[in-house]
């Protein structure tokens, strides 16, 4: 019962499942020859690994003809294992050997200066890489947002516990404006008074995310809270979106998580900064939550909610949706 031109015997059969296999093979080697082994698109060689108990991959941005990649650990605001990858058209993968590591998940594009800062380092365009070491800058580092008063000079750099920092993108000065929360290593760096006028943040919630400028004011969100009942009870007071004009702490705009920080600038930062929108994207127990910066004032907007997968009020599983240019005359907005 065997389809015409089927073999009819066992020997005939495993004759043509040799030959079968023999051209398979030939045919994987035509393709090795070709670039690195891949499955269905997936090239095992591009793992990406560090030492600590978590590795994850904070932030991935093309420029200067290759692709950057930054891994991160769960909680190093002092460095890490992790490292600085460099992608090329190939496919050729290698660290850097100026990596510091830390738990790093910002990036953005600086125009004047012709850098990319993605976590403490900065790439020109030649591919020299510079960078910010832990001791000048503590933090987990979350964020980047264009400078409100020298914007082609400096920019800033937010932590995932509050702090605020303004770092001169030629020589690399850094200048602390709210200290990060993390508290202070052992030795006598924990014993040091605090300098003084020194601004420890009272922003509630923690587990920063995003940061972005406009309009005036460099917007920060984060979200999850410390609460007994935070992975049980969604519906308890967690993060919050806040802004800071230039002095002081944070001052609050939302009770609510948030994550994303943009505009329609993207990486590079709004071009019109004093009139181009500014967007967060949150959430609480009831439905999404779009904050929208128009004209100096918020206005917000409540969206159905698809699905529970985000709600947990520790803010542990957010890692983290985005509003992102994908070369449509729309933009993607990824939440729940």
Not at 34 to 62: I, M
Not at 85 to 108: C, F, H, K, Q, Y
Not at 276 to 300: E, F, N, Q, Y
Not at 315 to 335: A, F, H, S, V
Request: proline content about 9%; some cysteine.
């Amino acid at each position: 019962g065997c389809p015409a031109g089927m073999p009819d015997s066992p020997k005939a059969a495993l004759s043509l499942l040799a030959a079968a296999l023999a051209a398979a093979l030939a045919g994987c080697g035509e393709r090795k020859a070709e670039g690195p082994p891949q499955v269905s698109g997936v090239y095992p060689h591009l793992a990406v690994h560090n030492r600590e108990g978590e590795c994850g991959v904070g932030a991935v941005v093309p420029w200067a003809d290759r692709l950057w990649v930054i891994t991160y650990g769960p909680h190093l605001p002092d460095g890490s294992s992790d490292r600085l990858w460099e992608i090329d058209g190939a496919l050729g993968i290698a660290a850097r050997p100026e990596s510091v590591g830390g738990t790093p998940a910002n990036r953005m594009i600086h125009r004047e200066t012709g850098q990319l800062l993605i976590g403490p380092y900065l790439i020109g365009s030649d591919r020299a890489v510079r960078v910010i070491p832990p001791s000048a800058m503590r933090g987990r580092l979350t964020g980047n947002a264009r400078h409100l008063a020298d914007p082609a000079g400096k920019a800033y750099y937010g932590t995932m516990e509050e702090g605020l920092y303004e770092v001169d993108l030629r020589s690399l000065a850094v200048r602390e404006l709210i200290a990060d929360g993390n508290p202070p290593k052992g030795g006598a760096a924990a014993k040091a008074p605090e300098p003084p006028g020194r601004i420890r943040s009272q922003l509630p919630g923690y587990h920063g995310k995003g940061l972005y400028s406009g309009q005036g004011r460099v917007v920060y969100a984060n979200n999850g809270e410390h609460h007994p009942r935070v992975g049980v009870d969604p519906t308890i007071p967690s993060g919050a979106l806040a802004e800071w004009r230039g002095e002081g702490d944070w001052s609050m705009v939302r009770r609510a998580q948030f994550t994303e920080v943009t505009g329609p600038g993207g990486l590079e930062g709004n071009r019109e900064p004093g009139t181009d929108p500014v967007w967060s994207v949150g959430w609480d127990a009831k439905s999404l939550i779009l904050m929208a910066l128009h004209d100096g004032k918020w206005t917000s907007y409540r969206l159905p909610k698809p699905s529970h997968s985000y709600d947990g009020a520790h803010g542990w599983n957010t890692e983290w949706p985005r509003i992102r240019d994908i070369g449509e005359d729309d933009l993607l907005m990824t939440m729940h």
